[in-house]
């Protein structure tokens, strides 16, 4: 178990040292741990390590793994697509969604929120590679979907996501990055606190930091490999 520490501080110390490299504060990039299909005890060990951000993916699986780790102040950031019918559940339980990319959800997400809780924490997903397969807003959108997003009150627009396309030259990979990080940085004289660019997992880390990411999602490398997919029902 204590390997799983190890490798979060050994990824830790490698986002550090790519952002000094890249000249910026070594503590500008969040690392964010995806524990998907990890067990709870996993998560607890390293919230005990001093992590208290985790980012799940399955709706069902993250609420029993909430409902074992009550006694920790986590942070937990919903990532990836959101089904209508799940809605409620992320809007009363999770802090952050990385992955918004549709009016009719966010909409949901806004009315669910309870009103005794913080406004949502979202980011825009943006199909950066332009991929039919993928979700996300076009890059020319954008600007219209922040402003439909800044009619919510319970819902606050933190940033932007991408998951650039796998087959990407070095080249191609770096100019999509500079175009997203363009895009987070206008949205921010707009919404001041449009500070986040969710970009970066365990294969493109240093790439993600050199063109402005400040936050890093990362699971595997961390966690080790999963464990067999959970029902589709969830």
Known sequence: MNNIVNRYNDIRTIVRNAALCHKRAEDVVMLLPV???????DIRLLA???????GENYVQEALEKMALLEDLEIVWHFIGPIQSNKTRDIAQHFEWVHGLDRIKIAKRLNEQRPADMNPLQVCIQVNISNEPQ????????????AGALAALPRIELR???AIP?????D???AEQYRTLKEAQLA???????????????SDDLDTAIAYGSTLVRVGTAI???RQAPPDTSI
Do not use: W
């Not at 524990?35 to 005890?41: D, E, H, I």
């Not at 807003?137 to 600007?143: G, M, T």
């Not at 396309?165 to 030259?169: D, E, P, R, S």
């Not at 949205?187 to 997992?201: A, F, I, N, W």
């Open 48 to 54: 005990e390590a001093g992590c208290l951000q985790f």
């Open 187 to 201: 949205l921010q004289h707009t919404y001041p606190r449009c500070d986040t660019l969710s970009l970066g997992m």
């Open 171 to 173: 080249s191609e990979r």
């Open 165 to 169: 396309a796998a087959t990407l030259t």
């Open 159 to 161: 940033g932007l996501m």
């Open 223 to 225: 966690f080790g490999a």
């Open 35 to 41: 524990s998907k299909r990890f067990p709870a005890t």
């Open 134 to 145: 993928k979700a996300g807003v076009n890059i020319d959108d954008v600007v219209a979907f």
